[in-house]
């Protein structure tokens, strides 16, 4: 079945740092991508999705190319704020057609923590 | 405001008590969907509905039961509660494939 799996948090930053937060997958087909962010005592929020090979999402600058040849969909930042300190998920969905239309499976998530 | 709208936000129940927990979408969204997070597993899908009269197991269903009532709302029951079900719970909705989940807030329950 199709899998998600990041890279082990937590991931402890200072202000201004670099992000990247690993993800690959495995799954048939051609699955849609995305991050997930959840700010502390709420939901998940979509941050960025792409749905096809070499897109790029991007939102709040935080960018993730969907790199087919190595199943992978990394996320990055170029320099975080202490605001984006929150547990990010990565997760897929299958193509259409597929007898798992529409359902996200998730990666484990990984927290982030950036300080002043 | 549209969204995803989950009730209660938190609730303590004893083991082998019942519950159901509500939600409700205002976004005419076809698909919903719960998971239930827990500490270093991610979310893991319970049920889903991918339309209006049709459910559907996840990965982790045994314990509960689904009611998709209307297009708009989709219940999660607990008939005998566990420990093991303390969790946090998480209903989602969507349209179409590609487009990601609208989450609703969570319900934090604990059973003891």
């Known amino acids: 079945g199709d899998s998600v799996t990041q890279m082990e948090g937590p991931v402890t930053l200072s202000e201004e740092a670099f992000l990247t937060i690993n993800c690959t997958y495995t799954?048939?087909?051609?699955?849609?991508l995305f991050w997930y962010v959840q700010y502390p005592g709420e939901g998940l929020q979509l941050l960025l999705k792409?749905?096809?090979?070499?897109d790029k999402g991007s939102n709040k600058g935080f960018e993730a190319t969907y790199r087919k040849e190595t199943t992978s969909f990394h996320l990055e930042k170029g320099s975080v704020q202490v605001s984006d300190s929150a547990v990010y998920f990565c997760?897929?969905?299958?193509?259409?057609?597929?007898?798992?239309?529409?359902?996200?499976?998730f990666g484990q998530g990984t927290i982030l923590t950036v300080h002043p | 405001n549209a969204g995803v709208t989950q009730t209660p936000k938190f609730q303590v129940l004893k083991t082998g008590q019942s519950m159901t927990l509500q939600c409700a979408q205002d976004?005419?969204?076809?698909?919903m969907y719960w998971y239930r997070q827990d500490p270093g597993m991610g979310l893991r899908l319970i049920y889903y509905?991918?339309?209006?009269?049709?459910?559907d197991k996840g990965e982790v269903p045994n314990g509960y039961n689904v009611s998709r009532l209307n297009k708009r709302e989709f219940s999660l029951r607990l008939e005998s509660a566990a420990p093991s079900q303390t969790s946090v719970y998480f209903c989602?909705?969507?349209?179409?494939?590609?487009?990601?989940?609208?989450f609703g807030s969570g319900t934090r329950l604990t059973v003891v």
């Open positions: 989602a909705s969507s349209d179409r494939v590609g487009y990601g989940y609208t």
């Open positions: 799954a048939t087909g051609y699955p849609s």
């Open positions: 792409a749905t096809k090979a070499d």
């Open positions: 997760a897929l969905s299958e193509s259409s057609g597929g007898t798992s239309y529409g359902k996200l499976t």
């Open positions: 976004m005419n969204h076809n698909s």
């Open positions: 509905s991918a339309s209006e009269g049709t459910t």
